[in-house]
């Protein structure tokens, strides 16, 4: 089993009691309000991590969208804010202490500066964006207006209006067809006087009375002109009707869209209303998430403060934080492992080792029956471990 290590940080005794003294009472406290301020910046680039993973995987199963949404939230704080914390805290010990000593120390020391940096910068958009982000998205783009009962009663009213047109336009047709009827039936007993009277008169033209020939030409003649003027003032009621129908035609559809419009005008106030209202949501929204993003980078912030701070309190007292490695009892679950591995490849290992030696043609080792003794060392002739005598 591999021997294990674990480094422990100590700090060393203060050698500038004075700073120490000075500074010590608030030490403990920038040491916590800089960790404080760690787990609000973590919380809100939690809350970043979730919102953007939950999104681009919203088209995948709700079980793998949690499980790497989770695995996203714990990979990205650890590196930001532990990873941050020991690459601040190194770059300010290298600075406060003056340990930039060659050419190696210095380009390390770029190197961890130039992540620290990148931490810091993507820490503080990811908790400020991300919390504004979490505020402005919860504000509804639209609000879907249910405009069902107004469509249903814009149907009914169109209905009602057909109805009672519909209505009027029976009627119309009705006094058209008593007001043609009466005019026929008037013309159609004018020539009915006109043909008896006709007939009459040439009864008695083929009597032989010549003079009735003019009379029947009259009367023919008044017969064809009341037959015209009957067709003409049907055509005339026809037209009559025809301008009432146009008429009709037009009242009908201008009141339906009259209550279009109301239908419509009705849709709209509810739209314009619940705009507003998105609109009061929305600004509120912004308002509370620029608030809090400001409240959540000045948090970040003040980590970071805090952090130097501690490290030049330190620096100012003399205190050095040194690093020992101390043996690292395997726990009992890696003793269990080690220990089932070790049997596993023992038993496999024996029975490969047993399989060689059978399979190879010049052994002739011969297996013993019994115990086996351990044979006494002959020297010239005599047994050296037997007794004299």
Avoid at 252 to 260: D, G, I, L, R, Y
Wanted: some cysteine; glycine content about 4%.
């Amino acid at each position: 089993m591999k021997k294990q290590v674990k480094l422990t940080a100590k700090e060393t005794s203060a050698t500038n009691r004075d700073f120490y003294n000075l500074f010590r009472p608030i030490a403990p406290s920038l040491d916590i309000i800089g960790k404080v301020a760690q787990v609000i910046s973590a919380i809100t680039e939690a809350i970043t991590i979730w919102h953007i993973t939950q999104t681009e995987m919203a088209a995948y199963s709700k079980s793998v969208a949690i499980l790497v949404s989770l695995l996203a939230m714990i990979l990205v704080v650890s590196i930001l804010e532990l990873g941050g914390r020991k690459f601040l805290q190194v770059v300010t010990r290298a600075l406060v202490w003056k340990r930039l000593k060659n050419t190696w120390y210095i380009m390390l020391f770029a190197i961890v500066t130039f992540i620290t940096i990148g931490m810091g910068v993507l820490s503080f958009r990811l908790s400020t964006n991300g919390i504004q982000h979490a505020f402005i998205s919860n504000v509804p783009v639209t609000i879907d207006i249910d405009n069902k009962s107004i469509k249903s009663d814009y149907r009914q009213d169109v209905a009602d209006i057909n109805k009672e047109f519909d209505k009027e336009w029976k009627l119309i047709k009705e006094n058209h067809q008593d007001v043609v009827a009466s005019a026929a039936e008037n013309y159609d007993a004018q020539i009915a006087a006109v043909t008896l009277k006709e007939a009459s008169f040439e009864s008695k033209y083929r009597s032989g009375a010549k003079w009735a020939k003019g009379h029947i030409d009259k009367y023919r003649k008044q017969g064809a002109q009341l037959l015209s003027k009957k067709t003409n003032a049907i055509a005339t009621l026809k037209s009559e009707q025809n301008k009432q129908f146009e008429d009709w035609r037009k009242r009908k559809n201008n009141a339906v869209t009259s209550e279009k419009q109301d239908m419509k005008s009705t849709i709209s106030t509810a739209v314009a209303k619940q705009d507003k209202i998105i609109t009061s949501k929305l600004d509120t929204a912004t308002f509370w998430g620029t608030l809090f993003s400001w409240l959540v980078g000045f948090s970040v912030i003040l980590a970071f403060i805090c952090i130097v701070t501690v490290e030049v309190y330190r620096r100012g007292s003399g205190i050095q934080v040194e690093y020992e490695e101390e043996d690292l009892d395997p726990s009992i679950l890696e003793m269990f492992w080690n220990g089932l591995t070790m049997r596993f490849d023992n038993f496999f290992r024996v029975r490969a080792e047993r399989f060689a030696n059978i399979s190879n043609p010049s052994s002739s080792t011969q297996r013993s029956i019994g115990f086996n003794y351990p044979r006494p060392t002959v020297t010239n002739g005599y047994d050296e471990d037997l007794p004299e005598g």
